[in-house]
């Protein structure tokens, strides 16, 4: 039974072993996890309690869970805790937050006498630090990539650390995930400044800066294993899935199982994960992450390498879900109250093929910034072979506070091609305004050559963003002319309503010169501007939207939504605005966050390139270079201020003192 909240305080530092049944569940996360929780929860006739923080108060995952109470911060593990005892919860589920690999609240939530659903502190502190976690797999005979996992973390010793491994390298955050505090090092000179950034986000992140240096694969490929152990010791594994498609070390698309995998592979790399968690004494779900050298086909004797192990469950589990027929989180529940595996691997088979792709808040067409701000449209499509993961609704917020996630859409087909088909089709019906979104970035990458032959690495995208983004949207002689007919009609339909007609030659709608022009033989022209272009348009009565989604029809705009992009024409003439940040000199915020850094001090001369300040958004960090040579002037802004989109954090002054 669940101890009384005063009974309970944070110093605690017992953890006992809890068996019973769960009936009510507090989830201390928020988004689409939380609400893929709540689902199975409520299909098992289990209470939800959400916690939500001031931002989250109309949250989607609110609105779905049976009771809710207000936190501080989802990291508050104090009143997470005190919320759950409060409102006779028998266990916390921690999602795939932060606070599901934190090992001591795991140990302080099993010792306030409730259920922790997720693996033993102890395995999670013993695998939270990546430097042990990879001296433990040593000792376990799990295959590690190259590298320093010690302790020492003055830059210099580490500098010396990856001449000695050999570049390039990958600095990594020893606490990390989520390509959080990682950065690739090709050269020597640009050792420091990669470590220090590393650093500094790892630092921001996971309160914790140390990182291990490892040898860089040159073409890796992401290939992980779903794991589950029980309180028997039993430890199983349920195949593997591919997250090669990443960007800037965030997967993007995940699929399972993995492409080109062999039987003979399959076996060796899903022993070694289970291997991993047996070192460990592991229990509930857990992702064992391996690197894999993608410059040959996969083959019986592939190499592989641990990664890290993540003593969660991930983003991606679906597919797994997909292929297997197993609700993950019911397992992870049932382990949770001190039940045995209710699987065994050896009777699993994979079941066709499963594709993930990533809905983001995020601009690809603007170095992929992520995009606060509310959604006024949301749909998606309903087919019987795809599923929607929805952490968001139309009229709801996505916070630059949060990871920019949107949803996940899964699709699921009787082999890979089919699955990529029938995500690519879904994708193409998914509506998304009010901010910037990846769509028409995942509908190219699906489509695209090397995702259908799989011929990537986890770096294709960094190292041709050109390949994997799509042009920008721009309308052709057909669309423009419907466009421009669809506001005729809505403006001859408005003056018709307000009882305005009349003779075609008193009209004024036709002397007006916002919209209508007297153009070439045919007078009937109507102007359109789209994208910073103005448009003469004929009007041609046979022209339609019919193969297109039109978000809203008005006589002086009207929204297309076409493959992923948002299209939008106005009636008339308006004069462009200029760009701020282009002659002037003025370094910009390119979205709401934090100044995390003044990489050119005040009065500092700087030459185009060259970094100036370091903004951080969603956890993720953002550099601004200047646009042309001169001299830095900062305006009132200091290091840890919170800045809008827009607002001008210094200029760049032509020619230097003295000058």
Known sequence: MAGSPSTWSSADPVETTVTQTITKLLIANRGEIACRIMRTAKRLSIGTVAVFTSEDEAALHVQAADEASAVES??????????????GADAIHPGYGFLSENAGFARAVRGAGLIFVGPPADAIAATGAKSEAKALMEQAGVPVVPGYHGTRQEPEFLKQKAY????????????GGGGKGMRRVDKAIEFEAALAGAVREAENAFSDGRVLIEKWITRPRHIEVQIFGDETGRVEALFERDCTLQRRHQKIIEEAPAPGMTERLRARIMAAACDAGRAVGYTGAGTVEFIVDASEPLSDETQFFF????????VEHPVTE?????????????????????????????????????????????????SAGRIERLAFPDHDSVRIDAGVEEGGAVSASFDPMIAKIIAHGPDREAARTRLAVALREVIV????????????????????????????????????????????????????LTMSAARSKRIQAEKFARDRALDPIWDRGDCWTNAGDNPR??????N?????????????????????????????????????????QRDDQE??????????????????????????TVTRGDPVAIVEAMKMEHTIEAARDGTVTWRDFEVGDQVEKGAILAEIVEGVDGD
């Open 74 to 87: 989802y990291l508050r593990q104090d009143q997470i805790i005190q919320t759950a005892l409060q409102a």
């Open 164 to 175: 000695e491994i050999g570049y390039p390298v990958l600095i990594k955050a020893v606490a």
């Open 307 to 314: 990664m890290e192990m993540n003593t969660r469950l991930q």
């Open 322 to 370: 997909a292929i297997t027929g197993l609700d993950l989180v019911e397992v992870q529940l049932k382990v949770a109250e001190g039940e045995a595996l209710p699987f065994n691997a050896d009777d699993l088979t994979i079941n066709g093929h499963a594709i993930e792709a990533r809905l983001y808040a995020e601009d690809p067409f603007n170095g992929y910034l992520p």
């Open 433 to 484: 305004t009010g901010v910037r979104t990846n769509l028409a970035m995942l509908i190219h990458a699906l489509e695209g050559e090397a995702f259908r032959d799989f011929t990537i690495d986890t770096t294709s995208i960094d190292r041709e963003p050109a390949a994997f983004l799509p042009e920008k949207a721009a309308p052709d002689e057909q669309l423009l002319s419907a466009v421009a």
């Open 525 to 530: 022209h109507f102007n359109v501007r789209s």
């Open 532 to 572: 910073g272009e103005s448009h003469a348009i004929p009007l041609a009565v046979d022209a339609g939207l019919s193969d297109l989604a039109i978000i809203s029809a008005e006589e002086d705009r009207v929204e297309v939504w076409q493959a992923g992009q948002l299209l939008v024409f106005e009636a008339g």
């Open 579 to 604: 760009d701020a940040a282009g002659d002037s000199g003025q370094i910009l915020s390119p979205m709401h966050g934090r100044l995390i850094a003044k990489t050119a001090e005040h009065d500092q």
